[in-house]
C-alpha cells in the first residue's frame, strides 16, 4: 500500500447538526493548505448525511483547495434508540473509545496513518485515545470564548452566579458585559430542567489540559476582551486558539467549487429561487435550528407575527418534527407571501440580498453566520449558551434587538420593524456589516484566524515529517 504524502489529520465530533458543520468547516480550512483531513462522528448519523448532504464514507475523499476530505465514521453500532444526552454521551464514550482506535488502525493499515486528532469537547475521550495511540490531539470549542470563560468559572466554582429569585441582579466576569439571569447558560440555573448538563459542562474540561491546541469557533477581534482576560484567571485555562468565523461565505468559496455539506436534513434549494423574487432587504428569516423544541403556542404566535403582523415576505425553516404544530390552514395562507421550508442552506439565505434580518435562536453557529453576513437579528434565545449569544449580538455588537418569551404576535412584529424601519435600524445594520467586514477578515489570507490555522498546518506537517 501506497503512503500517503500529505499528513492526515482526523477531526471528530459529537453527532450534532451544531458539531458537525464547524468540524466540516475547519476541515476544509486545513485541507485548502494541503494536508489530508478524515471528518468523523458517531455511526449514528451516517445515513442521514449521505441522504440529506451526499457525504459517503471511505475512498479517497474530494479535492479541497491543496488538500482532500474524507468521512469515516465510528463503528459505534448505535441503533438510534433515545437516550438523555448524559447517557448518550457515556454510550458514546464506552463504544466510541474502541471504535476511535480501530479507524485509527484501518488509516494506519490503508497507508494513511493519523498524525493528528482534532475533538470535540463532548468526546473528551478522544485525547486519552490519541495519547494511547502515541498521536498529539487538539479540540475544537464550538460555542463562544464568553461561554468558554462562564462555564469555565462555574466548573471551578470561581464566581457566584445570579440567582433566579433575583433577576435585577448583575454579576461581572473578566471582559465579560455585566449579566443578569436572562443573559447566562441557561444550564447553570437552579431551575433548569436539564440537570445532567451540569455534569456535561464539566466534563468538557475533563481532558483540555491534555490537548497540544484548544480550537475555538470565534475570531480574535470579536472576542478580544474576554480572550486578553482568560490568561489571568486562576486555575490557568487553556490558551484559547481562535480559528474561525467557520462559515461558509457565500456558499462554496472555501472548497473551491466543491460543495461538502453536513446537513442531516436536506435542504430545500427552492428557497434560493424564490428569495431571488423578491425586493433587496424585504426578507424575515426565520429559524431555530436543529434541537429547538418551541409549543405549540409559540409556533403559533410566530405563524401569525409572520404572516399578517410584519407586512414583509418571510422564510421560516419549521423542521419536520415541528411541521404538526403549524396552525390549520396556515401554509395555504401564507402561499404568496410567505415560504416555510423543512431545512434551509442558511450560508446562502443569509448571504441572500433579499435578507433583512434574521429571527434567531442564537446558536453560536447561527450567531456567527448572521455576524458574518452582515445581517441584523431578531434575538430569540431560547435555552443554554444562546442566552449568552443573544445579550452579545444585541448589547456588545449592537446589531439586534431581543424578543422575549412568551412569545406573542404582536412581540414578533414589533421586533421585526425595530430591526428593519425602527429608529436604529440604520445603526444596527451599519453595525452588523462592520462586523461583518472584521469577520472576512479574520479568515482571509493573513487574516487572525488563518494565520493560526496555517500554524497548526505548518506544525502537524513538521512533526509528521
Ligand atoms: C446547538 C446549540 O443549540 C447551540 O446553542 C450551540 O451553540 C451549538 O449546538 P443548534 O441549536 O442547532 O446548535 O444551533 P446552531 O449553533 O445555530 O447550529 C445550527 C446549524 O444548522 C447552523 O450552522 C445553521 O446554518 C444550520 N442550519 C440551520 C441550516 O443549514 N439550515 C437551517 O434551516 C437551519
Avoid at 97 to 117: D, F, K, M, N, S
Avoid at 250 to 259: I, L, P, R, S
Wanted: proline share 7%; hydrophobic share 45%.
Amino acid at each position: 500500500m501506497a503512503k500517503e504524502a500529505a499528513p492526515h489529520v482526523l477531526l471528530i465530533c459529537y453527532p450534532g447538526q451544531g458539531h458537525i458543520n464547524p468540524m466540516i468547516r475547519l476541515a476544509k480550512r486545513i485541507a485548502s493548505k494541503g494536508l489530508l483531513v478524515t471528518c468523523s462522528s458517531s455511526s449514528i448519523v451516517r445515513d442521514k448525511l449521505a441522504a440529506a448532504s451526499g457525504v459517503s464514507a471511505g475512498g479517497d475523499g474530494v479535492l479541497v483547495g491543496r488538500g482532500r476530505i474524507r468521512f469515516d465514521f465510528l463503528d459505534d453500532h448505535f441503533d438510534g434508540t433515545e437516550l438523555d444526552l448524559h447517557n448518550f454521551l457515556r454510550h458514546l464514550e464506552t463504544a466510541g473509545r474502541l471504535a476511535l482506535a480501530g479507524l485509527l488502525g484501518r488509516q494506519a493499515e490503508a497507508g494513511r496513518p493519523v498524525a493528528c486528532i482534532v475533538g470535540n469537547p463532548f468526546l473528551p475521550w478522544a485525547t486519552d485515545v490519541a495519547a494511547e495511540a502515541g498521536i498529539p490531539s487538539a479540540v475544537l470549542w464550538v460555542q463562544s470564548c464568553a461561554v468558554f470563560s462562564i462555564y469555565y468559572h462555574f466548573v471551578h466554582g470561581l464566581a457566584e452566579f445570579p440567582r433566579e429569585d433575583d433577576p435585577d441582579a448583575r454579576f461581572a466576569l473578566p471582559g465579560l458585559p455585566a449579566l443578569s439571569v436572562a443573559d447566562v447558560p441557561s444550564f447553570l440555573l437552579a431551575s433548569h430542567p436539564y440537570k445532567v448538563l451540569g455534569d456535561t459542562i464539566q466534563d468538557q474540561y475533563r481532558n483540555m489540559g491534555k490537548a497540544s491546541w484548544v480550537f475555538v469557533n470565534s475570531f480574535a477581534e470579536l472576542e478580544r476582551d474576554v480572550i486578553a482576560a482568560l490568561p489571568g484567571v486562576r486555575p490557568r485555562p487553556p490558551q484559547l486558539i481562535p480559528v474561525g468565523p467557520l462559515v461558509e461565505l457565500g456558499g462554496h468559496d472555501d472548497d473551491g467549487g466543491v460543495a461538502v455539506r453536513g446537513d442531516l436534513i436536506r435542504a430545500a434549494d427552492d428557497c434560493v429561487g424564490w428569495l431571488d423574487a423578491q425586493a433587496p432587504r424585504s426578507v424575515v428569516y426565520a429559524s431555530v435550528g436543529s434541537i429547538v423544541m418551541l409549543p405549540a403556542e409559540a409556533v403559533a404566535e410566530m405563524a401569525h407575527g409572520l404572516a399578517s403582523s410584519s407586512g414583509r415576505p418571510f422564510l421560516w425553516v419549521v423542521r419536520p418534527d415541528t411541521r404538526a404544530l403549524l396552525p390549520e390552514g396556515f401554509l395555504d395562507a401564507a402561499a404568496g407571501r410567505g415560504m416555510v421550508v423543512p431545512w434551509s442552506p442558511q450560508d446562502r439565505v443569509l448571504a441572500h440580498a433579499a435578507v433583512a434580518c434574521f429571527l434567531t435562536h442564537c446558536g453560536w453557529n447561527s450567531t456567527l453566520e448572521t455576524i458574518a453576513a452582515g445581517v441584523p437579528v431578531v434575538a430569540f434565545p431560547q435555552w443554554g449558551d444562546q442566552c449568552t449569544d443573544a445579550k452579545f449580538l444585541v448589547d456588545v455588537l449592537k446589531m439586534g434587538v431581543h424578543l422575549r418569551a412568551p412569545l406573542r404576535r404582536e412581540g414578533v412584529r414589533e421586533a421585526v420593524e425595530a430591526v428593519t424601519t425602527g429608529p436604529e435600524a440604520g445603526a444596527m445594520l451599519a453595525n452588523a456589516r462592520s462586523w461583518s467586514a472584521a469577520a472576512r477578515a479574520a479568515v482571509a489570507p493573513g487574516g487572525s484566524s488563518d494565520r493560526h490555522v496555517q500554524a497548526f498546518v505548518d506544525e502537524v506537517s513538521r512533526r509528521a515529517r
